[in-house]
């Protein structure tokens, strides 16, 4: 079976691990130093990155304009990490070079949430669906052309369980 390449790069990885670019934490502390983003994609590849991801939400310091930047230096396949709620920011995403993009099942209800799975593959892009919940699973359609993760925190109340 072919996968998509954020997919494929996983499953071929020696060390199946996403080094993130992410410039701070969710307490606003600051995570790359002195480093530039460039820096920080370089000693990524040095260490064999098979992917990337990036953070691209404000409340963690990132913009939209990292992730172009980071698109711009590998052609590794890169996750956008960030709250997706429209198929606009999808395309958006897509454009600024992003090979799979974060759906968290927590923020929307059923029907937009499918919706948003199934823009992502007709985008060509890996959805990388977040759940935190059993019940959550149930709701992701397509599973096979998807990463799912599972988060041990409630986005609503930072609490982790």
Known sequence: MSHAPFI????GARLPVIMEVKRQDGHGDELMGERTVSEVVSEYLAAGASCLSVVTGRWFGGNDDML????GLTDL???????????RQIADAKEMGASAILLTARILPKAPFQKLIETTLRHGLTPFVEVAEVDEIDTVIHA????VAVNN???RTQERD
């Open 68 to 71: 172009r930047e980071v698109a």
């Open 144 to 147: 096979e052309e998807c990463i």
């Open 8 to 11: 494929e790069a996983l499953l």
């Open 153 to 155: 925190k409630d986005i």
């Open 77 to 87: 396949p890169i996750l956008k990490k960030d709250f997706i709620t429209r198929e």
